[in-house]
């Protein structure tokens, strides 16, 4: 094998491992842009501000055991919200995925919002009781807004790495 066949062959074993090397940041970032909204210009905002001092809802704190809740603290984030499943399992997000994210958001699927670093966050409806029983909103608002870049506040709780975003405002009237 000639130098130059060994070179172009070892080149390109390089830039085939680095397709599946990856860093930090988003998946496909090229791919396809959000429906609406960038990071310095969201389209929307929601959920209701939580404050460090009292992060939980009333029906969380009374579900908890023996009172006792896990850490949560006040947390705004700007994202955009994504199908969880096909974002983790494939790298599909954005415009182009807007449909089958809302499929699998009302099969389902779980929500999340993807920033700008790359960080992802699970989104559930915050007051327990309410999200248990079917008394949210919560979901339908985030499968109108999904591959939209919005503003959520709410109330961000971590355990062994997974990062979730409660989020407080959305109890049926």
């Known amino acids: 094998m000639t130098k130059v066949k060994m070179l172009a062959t070892v080149g390109l074993l390089v830039v085939a491992s680095l397709a599946f090397v990856q860093g930090k940041g988003i998946l496909f970032p090229d791919w396809s842009a959000p429906t609406k909204g960038t990071y310095k210009a969201p389209s929307a905002e929601v959920g209701t501000?939580?404050?460090?001092?009292q992060?939980?809802?009333?029906?969380?704190?009374?579900?908890?055991?023996?009172g006792k809740t896990?850490?949560?603290?006040?947390?705004?984030?700007?994202?955009e919200v994504v199908d969880l499943s096909c974002y983790l399992q494939v790298g599909k997000h954005g415009d182009k995925h807007r449909d089958c994210g809302q499929k699998c958001a009302?099969?389902?699927?779980?929500?999340?919002?993807?920033?700008?670093?790359?960080?992802?966050?699970?989104?559930?409806?915050?007051?327990?009781?309410?999200?248990?029983?079917?008394q949210t909103t919560f979901r339908q608002v985030l499968i109108d807004h999904m591959a939209q870049v919005i503003t959520v506040h709410g109330t961000l709780s971590e355990l062994e790495g997974q990062k979730v975003l409660y989020v407080q405002g959305f109890v049926k009237q």
């Open 70 to 79: 896990l850490k949560g603290s006040a947390k705004t984030a700007v994202g």
């Open 55 to 66: 992060p939980w809802s009333v029906t969380t704190v009374t579900s908890s055991i023996e």
């Open 49 to 53: 501000k939580a404050t460090d001092a």
């Open 106 to 134: 009302k099969a389902g699927e779980p929500i999340g919002l993807l920033t700008e670093d790359g960080s992802v966050y699970t989104l559930i409806a915050e007051e327990h009781n309410p999200r248990r029983d079917g």
